[in-house]
Antibody, heavy 125, light 112 residues
Framework: QVTLKESGPGILQPSQTLSLTCTFS??????????VGWIRQPSGKGLEWLAN???????YYNPSLKNRLTISKDTSNNQAFLKITNVDTADTATYYC?????????????????WGQGASVTVSS | DVLMTQTPVSLPVSLGGQVSISCRSS???????????LHWYLQKPGQSPQLLIY???NRFSGVPDRFSGSGSGTDFTLKISRVEPEDLGVYYC?????????FGAGTKLELK
């Protein structure tokens, strides 16, 4: 069974750096074809993809957040991380991590098939 | 970025009824590998999104056959037949063919 759980600071002030952790089980980020993605959702609004990291450490970012994002992983501890620098109130949202199945056996999927429960983040002075 | 246009925004339904949700992309979602990476999710109130359909028409594990996906290129549809109370929530389409990944704005399925 695949499970993911996000953790974060809850509240932080504008201009600070947001650090999020995704702790997962049921798969390994060292397994060929696996990945983890981050997605956020402001309250009452839609979903925005932020970043992905693959098993081979390839990383992809949403250019709308310019150079503020950094995604990383700790394979031995089954964790993935996301940092967002210089936050402001527009970064207030629920942040989700999700497993991405990139490739399984001989076929490609690029699908987020399991999501965490989400971590609520509020940016306020 | 690929714009995903979902319609309708709100969809009133009677239990046992059938509905369709449309998702149109601003460019073709056919990947260079020949696959089309268009997926459908349901977000129930207070929950995280759950995968229903992957790669246009494949039902995810445990998803009832009341859900079906179809389409190609830039035009995709999710159909739900015999709507049950647990089907209520917001439906999103997601394209993962092109970076950045983009979601539709959502369709809220609610009772009439």
């Amino acid at each position: 069974q695949v499970t993911l759980k996000e953790s974060g600071p809850g509240i932080l002030q504008p201009s600070q750096t947001l650090s999020l952790t995704c702790t997962f089980s049921g798969f390994s980020l060292s397994t060929y074809g696996m990945g983890v993605g981050w997605i956020r959702q402001p309250s009452g609004k839609g979903l925005e993809w932020l970043a992905n990291i693959w098993w081979d450490d390839d990383k992809y970012y949403n250019p709308s957040l310019k150079n503020r994002l950094t995604i990383s992983k700790d394979t031995s501890n089954n964790q993935a991380f996301l940092k967002i620098t210089n936050v402001d109130t527009a970064d207030t949202a629920t942040y989700y991590c999700a497993r991405i199945v990139v490739r399984y056996t001989t076929d490609y999927y690029y699908v987020m098939d399991a999501w965490g429960q989400g971590a609520s983040v509020t940016v306020s002075s | 970025d690929v714009l995903m246009t979902q319609t309708p925004v709100s969809l009133p339904v009677s239990l046992g009824g059938q509905v369709s949700i449309s998702c149109r992309s601003s460019q073709s979602l056919v990947h260079s590998d020949g696959n089309t990476y268009l997926h459908w999710y349901l977000q129930k109130p207070g929950q995280s999104p759950q995968l229903l359909i992957y790669r246009v028409s494949n039902r995810f594990s445990g998803v009832p056959d009341r859900f079906s996906g179809s389409g190609s290129g830039t035009d995709f549809t999710l159909k739900i037949s015999r709507v049950e109370p647990e089907d209520l929530g917001v439906y999103y389409c997601l394209q993962s063919t092109h970076f950045p990944y983009t979601f539709g704005a959502g369709t809220k399925l609610e009772l009439k």
